[in-house]
């Protein structure tokens, strides 16, 4: 990504706050451009952003702009999409969008930009918090975190090369895949954690909170990513929904084994279930360092 490049910001949540207090910090001399859908949510950008011409009108925040980036939730991302191509932008603008959830983005997104010439790049940052808004930004989020692109088989070299320098430029690892491998391994380490620490903390407190008192760091670290923004994970969990669901039996069956070896109860086996769960959870490499390459099946 030149670092002459104009770059537009919309919505600017937590991924789009973050990205543009990165962008402040690692590209200087970009021309920086974000736009919100209320003026008041653009006034903790100019507090924490002062370089960036914040705007409401869409055209001015694609106007000349050579990469633009969709923070909004994915149900959104259709309209934002065919504002942009009912506008004049430049030929070389780059879209692309930093949702959790690719299918229905690239089917949904991509053509209305494709008709006006506009190149759509899904990207996916494995960045982010339970916590929302500007508020929680900042400019550290994607260094050494995972960017998940998912460039289709028309999409020009040269868009990818540039959408892949720009991730690289604030410290991302990029990987490439289809949506469809997108949304599979995303359903496997992100959405499903996100419903398993939903279920955990209903099971837990539902029948009675006062137990909380009792809760250590275990409790907190499995369930804090059921803090997140219910709104949100809704859109998630229905748009990536046959993947959840696919993932979701395969605990339930696991969770049916376990019931049955402590119904039994069986030693033998349960203490064969949790070493398989162990070392599978032991192949999770340290925070900020890459996962290695692992073959199908090769942990027994």
């Known amino acids: 990504m030149n670092q002459e490049s104009c770059i537009a910001i919309l919505a600017p949540g937590l991924l789009g706050g973050s990205l543009a207090l990165a962008i402040q910090e690692t590209l200087p001399k970009a021309t920086l451009h974000v736009w919100a859908r209320r003026a008041e949510a653009l006034d903790e950008v100019r507090a924490r952003v002062p370089r960036a011409i914040c705007t409401t009108d869409i055209a001015t925040a694609v106007g000349g702009a050579t990469l633009a980036i969709l923070c909004m939730p994915v149900p959104h991302m259709r309209a934002a999409a ?82 892949r320098a720009f991730w690289t430029a ?43 008192a009792c809760s250590a760091g275990g409790f907190r670290d499995t369930t804090r990513v059921a803090a997140g ?16 669901t696919a993932a979701l039996r395969d605990a339930a069956s696991g969770l049916s084994r376990l019931l049955e070896m402590l119904d039994q109860p069986d030693d033998t086996a349960l203490l064969q279930f949790l070493t398989r769960a162990k070392s599978l959870r032991d192949l999770l490499p340290p925070p900020g360092t890459s996962a290695p390459e692992i073959r199908p099946n090769s942990i027994e």
């Open 82 to 163: 065919q504002q942009i191509a009912s506008v004049p932008v430049s030929s070389q603008l780059i879209v692309t969008d930093v949702g959790s959830v690719k299918g229905s983005v690239m089917t949904g997104v991509a053509p209305l930009l494709a008709e006006q010439g506009i190149s759509f790049i899904g990207s996916h940052p494995m960045a982010g918090s339970h916590a929302t808004g500007m508020a929680a930004a900042r400019a550290d989020l994607f260094e050494k975190a995972a960017c998940l692109l998912t460039p289709e088989e028309n999409t020009p070299a040269t868009a990818l090369g540039r959408l």
């Open 170 to 212: 604030l410290g991302c690892r990029v990987l490439e895949m289809s949506p469809a491998e997108h949304d599979r391994a995303v359903a496997r380490i992100s959405h499903l954690p996100h419903a398993m620490a939903v279920l955990t903390t209903l099971a837990a407190l539902a029948p009675d909170p006062a137990v909380l």
């Open 229 to 244: 923004d219910p709104a949100m994970w809704t859109g998630i969990l229905r748009d990536n929904r046959t993947e959840v």
